[in-house]
Nanobody, 124 residues
Framework: QVQLAESGGGLVQAGGSLRLSCAASGRTFSNYAMGWFHHTPGKEREFVAG????????YYADSVKGRFTISRDNAKNTVYLQMNSLKPEDTAVYYC?????????????????WGQGTQVTVSS
């Protein structure tokens, strides 16, 4: 089992920045690829960013490329999502997720463990 806990959400004005953190506990963090997804009411959970176990490769949704950066610190068992130039449409609950399986990191079904989520609200 892997336990994930997100933090860093909040209310920010459009154009502002937030950094989300996801702390992992349980099994060896460096064995897992990590992802960030967001969810808004009435929509499916959507992929935001992903990172391989080593941090060597990263993946982004087109809507966040150039604005968001995913990174990880395996020594701290933590993955981060730096969000810059935030827009009102980025408003959502953000979840981090972990998987030890190879495959597409952009779909929710690829992930085995999920955090509880953190709310991000961007005001216009």
């Amino acid at each position: 089992q892997v336990q994930l806990a997100e933090s860093g959400g909040g209310l920010v004005q459009a154009g502002g920045s937030l950094r989300l953190s996801c702390a992992a506990s349980g099994r060896t963090f460096s064995n897992y690829a990590m992802g960030w997804f967001h969810h808004t009411p009435g929509k499916e959970r959507e992929f935001v960013a992903g990172i391989t176990w080593s941090g060597y490769r990263t993946y982004y949704a087109d809507s966040v490329k150039g604005r968001f950066t995913i990174s990880r610190d395996n020594a701290k068992n933590t993955v981060y999502l730096q969000m810059n130039s935030l827009k009102p449409e980025d408003t959502a609950v953000y979840y981090c997720a972990a998987t030890s399986r190879a495959g597409s990191y952009t779909i929710p079904d690829a992930y085995d463990y999920w955090g509880q989520g953190t709310q991000v609200t961007v005001s216009s």
